[in-house]
Each structure stands twice: as C-alpha cells, then as structure tokens.
C-alpha cells in the first residue's frame, strides 16, 4: 500500500488511470523511430487524509532529466510572467545589493535574468544542456537536484541566500521534506522561499488533465501543504492564485521556529474543503470529464480528416504529449506539430511520432485546423496568429472540453 507524500498515511484512493505513457519530454530523434520507448503506468491517487493528490508511480528523476528539451525562454509569456514575479518579489521581500537570490530548477536562467544586476544569481539546476545554456547568458549555475547536500556546497562557495525561488519543480519532487530542508540550508535561518506550483482546484474545475504526467508527481492544494511546511520550520506570509500554467499558486514562505500560518492560507483550506477536495466527489467528475474529452476530441479530428480537411497541432508541450496518448491521436490524425523550441524542431512526439517543424509551418502551409495543445497559452496566440486565421485557419481548444475557435 502506498504512502501519501505530504501525511505519510497509508490513505490514498486511486482515481483515474491514463495507462501506460512514454515519458513526455522525451522527443524522439529520427534515427530512434524505429526503437521501442519505455513506457510506464500513469496513475493518480488522491489521499483521504490530508487531500494530497499524488501519482501512484516514481519513475527515476535522472531518466526524466538528463537532456531535458522543455526551455523556458521559448515561451514568450514566461519572460513576462517571470520579470513581473521578479518585480513583485523584491517589493514584498526585499534585497541589498550584492545578496544573493537562488533559483532552483532555474532551467535555461529565464527567471533570473529578470533580476537586476545589482544581486548575485545563482541556479541549481540537474539537466546539463539546460545549466549549459544559462552558464552560456552569464548565470551561474550549479548541474545538480536541490538537497541538502546540494545547499550546503551552494552556501559553502557563495554564502547565504535572501531569496530561494521554486517555480514548477516542487511538483516534480518526490522527497518534498528534504527538498525543504535544502532550502533552509540556503536560506540559513531567514529571508523567504517563493514556490509555484499549478493549483489542483484549477486542474480538476478546468478538467486539465493533461498537465498529469510522471515528471508531476503532486498535484497541490494547501491544505496538505500547510502541515509540510510547519514540520520542516516553514509558515506561510502569503498565497495568491497566478493564471500561469492553466491556474497556479504562488506561495511566500519563511523559516520560523514557531511556524504561524497568514489568515489568508486558512482561507484557501476553508474553501479548498467547501469546494469538496477532502471527498471522493471531485475526482470521481473528474475522470468522468477527462473521458468525455477523449471521445469527444478523438470524434472531431477523426470526422475531420474523414472530410479531407487538414489537421495540425500547435506546440508541443509536455502536456500535449499526455492528451495525444492518451487520446490515441496519433501521425496518421495530425500531420505536424509547430514548436518555437528549437531543440524539439526535427523531433517526433514521444509515442505518437508525429514530426515537430518550425512554427512558420502554419502559416506556409495553412492546415485547416491546428489543435492547440498550449492552450495554456491560448489568448497570447490567438492574438498571435492573425495571419493564420485571417486565412481561414481555425484552432480546436481541447480543454475544458473541444471547441472550435
Ligand atoms: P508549456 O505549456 O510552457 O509547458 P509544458 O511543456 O510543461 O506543458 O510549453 C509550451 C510549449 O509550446 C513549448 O514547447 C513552447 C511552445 N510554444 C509555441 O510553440 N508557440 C508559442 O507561441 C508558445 C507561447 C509556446
């Protein structure tokens, strides 16, 4: 029987299945398409305790994150949303010249070149070619996992530091106490940790289930976190819902010995418990919404290309890997997938092989439909693509259920 991440109870409730799935940023170079992939079971878990909703299955990080193909700095909207987080931060926090501001899962370094140059920057980040490529834009980076270990050598070479950001990787943690931990090594005692996480209550009301996949291994509320972070000397200073990532939560934190939570995060447990998050009742419509998409999505494109009409996708994120499997719409259904990450271009989708091309394909060869699959940037490029759309190209929205737009 498994145990619960966040309570470490034996009380967890498997509620939706999206069988067995390749890893999703697992590109496939050409020469590899004859090779099978790896696959492994997909299921999620929510726990009867404490609310932690969780993947019943670790696939090891270093398999998930030696070469990792997501950059952040390929996503437009993310500089936005980081250089205004960056804003927000030394407002609220604060810092001096020279102190130092840590990053962990700093990816590329978008985030931190946000910073102003009068504060020392430093990342840790475990994918080579990612730490590779900020070192490449002056930010120092250390290629390693966050633990303690990790922190102490981070503290020995460049000292203590004010500000720890942790944006979209404590759900990729599965020792989320040692994780902690190393950010009170780094941390030594004050200054603040800012976690972002996407938030379940969006999830599951969006129906957004393709952000499950095994590189997320929690899928957040507070309520469970409250207690995780009191047991490893953290209280929270703030909580605030951000629309990045289909609806996400950005937690202040800090070190305190005598951890007393702001009233604003027993606001969000009231609600996260009036909304039913303690119950089976949300997960059980969940998986029954996450099946109507499926039929739904797998229908149209189905009785679209039975009508001759030519279908595309847009982006290739993550997530969209998740919807394609799990959907079984695969090369014979889409006929490419545009992505402004260069890495990714020349690539096929993980398990579905469908070939990723530049992003100048949409407008060159005008598919008829083009399914958006980062529709978490939807707004962005609808504004984007008027070119597009001017000449008839239409997009299908797949979440919260298909539309066309
Ligand atoms: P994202 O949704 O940020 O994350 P995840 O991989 O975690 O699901 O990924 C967005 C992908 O879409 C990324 O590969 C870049 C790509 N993209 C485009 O191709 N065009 C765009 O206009 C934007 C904003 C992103």
């Known amino acids: 029987m498994l145990e619960c991440r966040a309570c470490q109870r034996k009380t967890l409730n498997l509620f939706l299945s999206l069988g067995q799935m390749p890893l999703v940023n697992r590109f496939i170079e050409p020469e590899a398409l004859s ?21 019943a299955d670790v696939v090891p990080p270093t398999e998930m994150f030696s070469d990792y193909l997501y950059f952040t700095g390929a996503s437009e909207p993310m500089r936005q949303h980081f250089l205004s987080m960056v804003t ?12 130092l501001v840590v990053d962990v899962g700093s990816n590329d370094g978008t985030l931190l070149s946000q910073y102003p140059g009068w504060v020392r920057r430093l990342g840790i980040e475990p994918s080579s070619n990612l730490a590779q490529e900020a070192e490449r834009h002056g930010i120092t980076t250390m290629c ?47 200054g603040a940790l800012v976690i972002e996480v996407p938030y379940l209550l969006d999830m599951l009301t969006n ?15 507070v309520r469970p976190l409250l207690g995780v972070f009191e047991s490893q000397g953290f209280e929270v200073t703030s909580v605030k819902r951000i629309p990045v990532h289909g609806g996400s939560l950005r937690i202040y934190v800090r070190p305190s010995r005598n951890p007393q939570h702001s ?18 009742a949300p997960y059980r419509r969940f998986a029954t919404n996450v099946a109507a998409i499926r039929s739904r999505l797998c229908e149209l494109v189905i009785s679209l290309k039975d009508s001759g009409e030519a279908v595309a996708a847009y982006g290739a994120p993550a997530k969209g890997n998740t919807l394609l499997n799990y959907c079984g719409i695969t090369a014979d259904m889409i006929d ?70």
């Open 35 to 55: 090779c099978d992939e790896k696959r492994y079971p997909l299921d999620v878990a929510f726990c009867h305790n404490c609310g932690m909703v969780q993947l």
């Open 144 to 190: 390693d996992f966050l633990n303690v270990a990790a922190a102490n050598r981070a503290v020995e070479l460049h000292g203590n530091a004010t500000i720890v950001t942790a944006t979209n990787v404590f759900a990729h943690v599965d020792d989320i106490r040692g994780f902690l931990d190393a950010a009170q090594v780094l941390l030594g005692g004050s």
């Open 336 to 405: 490419y997938v545009t992505d402004t990450t260069p890495a990714k271009q020349g690539r096929y989708t993980p398990g579905t092989r469908i070939p990723v091309v530049h992003p100048s394909a949409l407008v060159e060869r005008t598919p008829d439909y083009a399914l958006l699959l980062a529709w978490n940037y939807k707004d962005s490029i609808l504004k984007k693509e008027t070119e597009y759309r001017k000449n008839g190209g239409k997009f299908i929205v797949p979440i919260p259920y298909p539309t066309i737009v």
């Open 207 to 221: 129906v957004e289930f393709d952000t499950i996949y095994h590189e997320h291994l929690s899928y957040f509320a």
């Open 263 to 280: 009233p604003i995060a027993k606001e969000f447990v009231s609600a996260e418990l009036e909304a039913g998050l303690g119950t089976n």
């Open 88 to 99: 927000e931060i030394l407002e609220s926090v604060g810092a001096s010249e020279g102190d």
